[in-house]
């Protein structure tokens, strides 16, 4: 089966723990969900992204918290920083917003964001770090 999106700024991609392929459409304001990739019975489906405070917002990257011992690095392009973040409950989705400023929760149900850590001058780039894994 054939579905024709029409993305106009498809960004970054990964997996989310159920093993369903997530791309950030950043400039069209949502999530791309392929469920059953690569398989007869592939679905795809879409949320659009909202502030907390209500209002679209985009996001440059979004990642899930894993089971165990982990932190999250985060960039602030504008503050040419590198953040540590810990203490998190995994499944979690964790999105950065590059227009808003801000590292939040979101909520795949709704597609609602809401922040956790607010400021930034350009949220990007985000990636959760197993200390205890051999995966480096």
Not at 27 to 50: K, N, S, W, Y
Not at 61 to 70: L, M, R, V
Not at 87 to 105: H, K, L, M, N, Q
């Amino acid at each position: 089966m054939t579905v024709q999106l029409n993305l106009t700024d498809p960004d970054s991609m990964t997996i989310d723990p159920r093993g369903n392929i997530v791309l950030d459409s950043q400039a069209d304001g949502e999530l791309v969900f392929i469920r059953h990739p690569f398989e007869e019975d592939q679905q795809v489906g879409r949320i659009l992204i909202t502030k907390s405070t209500g209002g679209a917002t985009t996001l440059d990257d979004t990642t899930f918290a894993p089971k165990g011992n982990a932190f999250l690095l985060f960039s602030d392009v504008a503050g040419n920083t590198i953040y540590r973040l810990d203490g998190f409950e995994p499944g979690v989705a964790y999105s950065a917003s590059d227009t808003e400023g801000f590292v939040g929760t979101l909520d795949l149900d709704n597609g609602v964001v809401t922040p956790i850590v607010t400021g930034l001058g350009s949220a990007r780039g985000m990636l959760f770090v197993r200390p205890d894994s051999d995966d480096r």
